[in-house]
């Protein structure tokens, strides 16, 4: 006990130590920042925790029952994802709501006339959000995922619904490979195979259509009431079905089967276990989809996980993009506005840069705009726009 309370004495001046290298006007600035940054962050994540979840667990639990303390751990385990949400807004509003607060106070005015700068009065602010940016990334990427798939399978057990970590619905799968002429040595590359299954639990591919155009001119059909991928004889293999080919004559062939080996490949697995939403992926594993993606020829699906990976890291961006308006906006406040111009300055400007960023989303998505740019162009808009600010706000 003496020994912690020692090790603990020893921390706490060590951090003393090392706080008051950092300037004065930068710790004052930095307590300026802080009441404010935690109000937001609580202010955001309250109002988004609320639309977003806690309306829908309580008509779950006034319509279908769900227990009270299910519902409490679903809102827990969801927290940080809203959380990491309110990061980039809260720092917009802290560092609108802490340089007004200066400026109202004439405070900045009298900063600028012992010879400090605007721009060395924001350092602080930009500092701060450097770290919230670090913090959105660990929280967005180490957290958020692991959290919502915790919460999706409590809430599917306590519904009554049989759920497993290897679970998907409506499998659909498309395989690229060489379609080979029998009757000649001519072959071309193109879409081989065109598979779905309705269902996969617990390693099983449940009510399965494969169609296959592997050889050229001919159309072969399986339908099968389940399939599972056979380790030792490294092929998938389907259960109670039957094959329909159609030749190019026109003639048909149907056989009936009790068990088949199909060459399909272990990626068909890989896209079944794979969240639906890349909320739920980490930057691993999001590289991964869009790996497979890219392999079964789903071009859509393969761009859309491109556009999400580079988000992955615009969302943390976000917090020093928005601490550089606020800072800028701050400084420029008219007298008299007080929280109220900020909080509703805030509110329209964090709006205008998530219009922004659905939007060329959604033409990332659609290939109209390459990932990258689709990504990343509001964020350079923004920093734009906020350089603008700073420089009026400098004069």
Same mark, same amino acid.
């Given at each position: 006990? +003496?020994?912690?309370?020692?090790?603990?004495?020893?921390?706490?001046?060590?951090?003393?130590?090392?706080?008051?290298?950092?300037?004065?006007?930068?710790?004052?600035?930095?307590?300026?920042?802080?009441?404010?940054?935690?109000?937001? #962050?609580?202010?955001?994540?309250?109002?988004? !925790?609320?639309?977003?979840?806690?309306?829908? +667990? &309580?008509?779950?639990?006034?319509?279908?029952?769900?227990?009270?303390?299910?519902?409490?751990?679903?809102?827990?385990?969801? %927290?940080?994802?809203?959380?990491?949400?309110?990061?980039?807004?809260?720092?917009?509003?802290?560092?609108?709501?802490?340089?007004?607060?200066?400026?109202?106070?004439?405070?900045?005015?009298?900063?600028?006339?012992?010879?400090?700068?605007?721009?060395?009065?924001?350092?602080?602010?930009?500092? %701060?959000? #450097?770290?919230?940016?670090?913090?959105?990334?660990?929280?967005?990427?180490?957290?958020?995922?692991?959290?919502?798939?915790?919460?999706?399978?409590?809430?599917?057990?306590?519904?009554?619904?049989?759920?497993?970590?290897?679970?998907?619905? =409506? &499998?659909?799968?498309?395989?690229?490979?060489?379609? !080979?002429?029998?009757?000649?040595?001519?072959?071309?590359?193109?879409?081989?195979?065109?598979?779905?299954?309705?269902?996969?639990? =617990?390693?099983?591919?449940?009510?399965?259509?494969?169609? =296959?155009?592997?050889?050229?001119?001919?159309?072969?059909?399986?339908?099968?009431?389940?399939?599972?991928?056979?380790?030792?004889?490294?092929?998938?293999?389907?259960?109670?079905?039957?094959? %329909?080919?159609?030749?190019?004559?026109?003639?048909?062939?149907?056989?009936?089967?009790?068990?088949? !080996?199909?060459?399909?490949?272990? =990626?068909?697995?890989? #896209?079944?276990?794979?969240?639906?939403?890349?909320?739920?992926?980490? %930057?691993?594993?999001?590289?991964?989809?869009?790996?497979?993606?890219?392999?079964?020829?789903?071009?859509?699906?393969?761009?859309?996980?491109?556009?999400?990976?580079?988000?992955?890291?615009?969302?943390?961006?976000?917090?020093?993009?928005?601490?550089?308006?606020?800072?800028?906006?701050?400084?420029?406040?008219?007298? @008299?506005?007080?929280?109220?111009?900020?909080?509703?300055?805030?509110?329209?400007?964090?709006?205008?840069?998530?219009?922004?960023?659905?939007?060329?989303?959604?033409? @990332?998505?659609?290939?109209?705009?390459?990932?990258?740019?689709?990504?990343?162009?509001?964020?350079?808009?923004?920093?734009?726009? @906020?350089?603008?600010?700073?420089?009026?706000?400098?004069?």
């Amino acid at each position: 006990m +003496l020994n912690n309370l020692f090790q603990f004495s020893r921390f706490q001046k060590f951090v003393e130590r090392k706080w008051k290298v950092i300037p004065l006007l930068d710790r004052w600035i930095i307590f300026e920042l802080l009441p404010p940054l935690f109000f937001s #962050i609580a202010a955001f994540t309250v109002v988004s !925790l609320s639309v977003g979840v806690v309306f829908d +667990l &309580i008509r779950k639990i006034v319509e279908i029952g769900l227990p009270f303390s299910i519902a409490i751990q679903i809102l827990l385990l969801k %927290l940080p994802s809203f959380i990491v949400i309110s990061f980039p807004m809260a720092m917009l509003l802290s560092t609108l709501l802490a340089y007004g607060t200066l400026n109202e106070n004439s405070e900045i005015k009298a900063l600028k006339s012992i010879g400090i700068s605007i721009y060395r009065l924001i350092l602080p602010g930009l500092i %701060l959000s #450097i770290f919230m940016s670090y913090m959105t990334f660990i929280f967005n990427n180490n957290i958020v995922p692991s959290t919502n798939r915790n919460a999706e399978i409590i809430l599917a057990n306590s519904l009554g619904r049989s759920f497993s970590s290897e679970q998907g619905e =409506d &499998i659909i799968f498309s395989k690229k490979g060489e379609i !080979l002429d029998p009757y000649s040595s001519y072959k071309k590359r193109g879409v081989t195979h065109l598979f779905y299954a309705w269902k996969f639990v =617990d390693g099983q591919m449940l009510d399965v259509t494969v169609i =296959d155009f592997s050889k050229l001119g001919f159309t072969q059909m399986l339908k099968a009431k389940k399939g599972i991928w056979n380790n030792n004889k490294n092929n998938w293999e389907f259960f109670e079905g039957d094959i %329909l080919t159609l030749s190019p004559d026109g003639s048909n062939t149907r056989t009936k089967f009790l068990s088949f !080996l199909y060459p399909l490949g272990t =990626d068909l697995t890989n #896209i079944a276990q794979l969240p639906k939403d890349a909320n739920d992926m980490n %930057l691993g594993e999001a590289t991964t989809a869009m790996e497979l993606y890219q392999r079964s020829g789903n071009i859509k699906e393969a761009r859309r996980m491109k556009v999400r990976i580079q988000e992955k890291f615009t969302l943390p961006i976000a917090c020093s993009v928005f601490a550089l308006i606020g800072c800028s906006f701050g400084v420029m406040q008219k007298k @008299g506005g007080g929280r109220s111009q900020s909080f509703g300055l805030s509110i329209i400007l964090i709006l205008i840069y998530y219009v922004l960023s659905f939007s060329f989303s959604s033409l @990332g998505v659609k290939g109209i705009l390459n990932p990258f740019i689709a990504a990343w162009s509001p964020v350079f808009l923004s920093m734009l726009g @906020g350089g603008f600010l700073l420089k009026q706000a400098s004069k």
